[in-house]
């Protein structure tokens, strides 16, 4: 790439790249530079360091995977929005498992449009349940959990058992449309802590 067209950007650019093509181990200012075409000094004129970097990065990578929940969810509701957004949700990172493997969970100024609007697309699709206030949020972190947790261990290749993974997914979203359906039957005041 030109040294003229460099911008934070194209920097984020190249560093998703890297991410994309070596991982993100492979992921450092000298091998965003080498690609640029530049002396690592000279990407300070654009970003203040990596970690600059990676939370911009974790920007796109949470923006990418709140455009696929949103579109998943589009004209569908109850469970078969619920189904369609943890589907969407492990595909994304099955497809792209560097990029999800970069992306911090802890909120970051450079996340938090796009997870404000992931919560968002969650509510919504949670909206056909009943839930509200505290326990809607209590089924956006159950549904979090779980979704994360198994793309995780997927694009880790942690499920070393000879059964259908596949299966074991649609289990999980029966069993995450299961609880949620007693959520709305039981209010989350009587759901103790630890039973």
């Not at 920097?11 to 075409?37: K, Q, Y």
């Not at 619920?82 to 999800?100: C, E, I, K, T, V």
């Not at 609007?117 to 505290?134: K, N, T």
């Amino acid at each position: 790439m030109p040294r003229a067209s460099l911008s934070p950007d194209a920097v984020v650019g190249i560093a998703l790249r890297i991410v994309d093509e070596e991982g993100p181990d492979a992921l450092t200012l000298s091998a965003v530079a080498g690609r640029a075409g530049v002396a690592t000094p000279s990407l300070y004129k654009h970003v203040r360091g990596l970690a600059e970097v990676r939370g911009q990065i974790c920007g796109r990578v949470l923006a990418e995977l709140t455009e696929i929940a949103a579109e998943a969810v589009l004209g569908r509701s109850g469970d078969d929005a619920l189904r369609a957004l943890m589907d969407g949700w492990r595909s994304y990172a099955a497809r792209h498992p560097h990029r999800y493997a970069v992306l911090i969970q802890a909120p970051l100024p450079e996340t938090a449009e796009a997870g404000e609007r992931l919560v968002g697309v969650m509510l919504a699709a949670l909206r056909a349940y009943g839930l509200e206030g505290s326990a809607a949020i209590h089924a956006v972190r159950c549904l979090r959990a779980v979704t994360h947790g198994f793309a995780v261990l997927e694009a880790e290749g942690a499920f070393r058992l000879a059964e259908d993974l596949d299966e074991s997914y649609a289990l999980l979203a029966h069993m995450v449309v299961s609880g949620l359906r007693t959520a709305r039957e039981t209010s989350a005041a009587k759901i103790t802590p630890g039973r």
